[in-house]
């Protein structure tokens, strides 16, 4: 069974933001910082990886975990993506707010607070 334990959405480009998985049987094994994109309604994960620069200069990653049967990769990315909507749908997220300086104007007839 795969398991969502932890979503935190971090919006930028086609990020959608980082999970945490659980998978029990057999592995027992927590995988964190599962990484959740969407592009033209098309959704799916990155492992988490290094990166690193190839010949040309390029930013690429190598994911730690790579599952070298490709219909192994789609039905965990399958369940990794169901996992993710479940523990959204159970644990809400307050809509993002946009940044305040803290600051307040206040007229200038009322002084300083101090």
Partial sequence: MIECTKFKSHKSGC????????????????????????????????MPGNEYQDKEGETKRAPFLWFRDKEKNTRFGEAVKTAIDKWCADNPQPQEQPMSSGFTSQPADEGLPF
């Fill in 15 to 46: 990020l959608q933001g980082f999970a945490d998985i659980y998978v029990s049987d057999p592995w027992d094994v927590d995988i964190r910082g599962v990484a959740l994109f969407m592009k033209d309604g098309k959704r799916w994960i990155a």
